[in-house]
């Protein structure tokens, strides 16, 4: 069963920077295009940053610039590298792996708390 585990979620000070990453198991890594999503309290969840076929990336506009996407298919793993972290940005932020309209999955998700 295919499996996505994320780690590296915490609470830091406004300013402050945190890596996250999700790391896949008992799927071909490579086929899928990759995502992070975060979920405010109260809020819907939302796309954070993708990484499509082609190493396409797109980004919510809010994060642009402060946080980057990056994959590594030897590893396994997406990454998330978010600088400049503000209290907005707190949230579940949750992996996700998607293959066309065949496969969807998701991490159980990990917390982020941006405050001083």
């Known amino acids: 069963q295919v499996q996505l585990v994320e780690s590296g979620g915490g609470l830091v000070q406004p300013g402050g920077s945190l890596t996250l990453t999700c790391t896949g198991s008992?799927?071909?890594?490579?086929?899928?295009?990759m995502a992070w999503y975060r979920q405010a309290p109260g809020k819907q969840r939302e796309l954070v940053a993708n990484?499509?076929?082609?190493?396409?990336?797109n980004y919510l506009d809010s994060v642009r610039g402060r946080f980057t996407i990056s994959k590594d298919n030897s590893k396994r793993t997406v990454s998330l590298q978010m600088n400049m972290l503000k209290p907005e940005d707190t949230g579940v932020y949750y992996c996700?792996?998607?293959?066309?309209?065949?496969?969807?999955?998701w991490g159980q998700g990990t917390q982020v708390t941006v405050s001083s």
């Open positions: 996700n792996a998607q293959f066309g309209p065949w496969a969807d999955y």
């Open positions: 990484m499509l076929s082609g190493n396409r990336t």
């Open positions: 008992k799927m071909a890594f490579e086929i899928y295009d």
